[in-house]
Every structure is written in structure tokens, then in C-alpha cells.
Nanobody, 130 residues
Framework: QVQLLESGGGLVQAGESLTLTCAASGHTGTFSLYAMAWFRQAPGKEREFVAIINWRGSSMFYADSVKGRFTISRDNWKNTVYLQMAALKPEDTAIYYC?????????????????????WGQGTQVTVSS
């Protein structure tokens, strides 16, 4: 099983940008064969889908709330996934988690649910002040 570690969170002002990184370790030999996603959880709210990228890195989907502002990407050589966040808003404040799909080489045609992912990181806090 792969271990995931997020980094790059912090405190920023509204309108600024931030890039999150998710590094995989452990059994990474098949990292490139799994879709990867970002979720977030704000205080008092359920964990919600943010973005997903397929195993090839050729297909991406976003939550409507971040579409046009966030970009997910991956570097399979580095076993890393990124989330570039621009034009941040106070409502983007949350703990951001990366997750690895349970199924290998899944054809991603849209967002997946929480239970579709088998490995999760510990999360990184993003706080956007107004």
C-alpha cells in the first residue's frame, strides 16, 4: 500500500495562489497506474471532492466550486501529484487531502466518491483570509 504525504499548505490572502504537493512513498511501483484526487474538509463540513486526474494524466475533472481556478497535475516519475490553486477565496479554507484510487487503471469520466479511494494522506491546512 502506498503512503501519501501532503505539503504546501499555509495562510494566504484572498486572491493569492498556492500549490499543494502530494508525495507517494512505500509501494510506489504501481503509482502511475492509479487515478489520484484531492479532497478537502472545512470545519463542521463533510469531506468533499475537489479534483481528480486519471492514471495517464490525460483526463482531469474538477468540482464546480474550483473549476477555472485550480489545476491538478501529476509527475509519475516523481510519484507526485500537485494541486495548483489560484484566485483563492475564504471559502477555500479547509484541510486538503490527497487520495489514491482503489482500482488500477480506472477510466475516469467524472468525480469519484470518498469510498473509491484506498489510500489517504494526513492532510495539509489551507487558510485564506479575506
Amino acid at each position: 500500500q502506498v503512503q501519501l504525504l501532503e505539503s504546501g499548505g499555509g495562510l494566504v490572502q484572498a486572491g493569492e495562489s498556492l500549490t499543494l504537493t502530494c508525495a507517494a512513498s512505500g509501494h510506489t511501483g504501481t503509482f502511475s497506474l492509479y487515478a489520484m484526487a484531492w479532497f478537502r474538509q472545512a470545519p463542521g463540513k463533510e469531506r468533499e471532492f475537489v479534483a481528480i486526474i486519471n492514471w495517464r494524466g490525460s483526463s482531469m475533472f474538477y468540482a464546480d466550486s474550483v473549476k477555472g481556478r485550480f489545476t491538478i497535475s501529476r509527475d509519475n516519475w516523481k510519484n507526485t501529484v500537485y494541486l495548483q490553486m489560484a484566485a483563492l477565496k475564504p471559502e477555500d479554507t479547509a484541510i486538503y487531502y490527497c487520495a489514491a484510487d482503489r482500482n488500477m487503471q480506472r477510466a475516469v469520466t467524472g468525480p469519484l466518491g470518498f469510498f473509491d479511494f484506498g489510500s489517504w494522506g494526513q492532510g495539509t491546512q489551507v487558510t485564506v483570509s479575506s
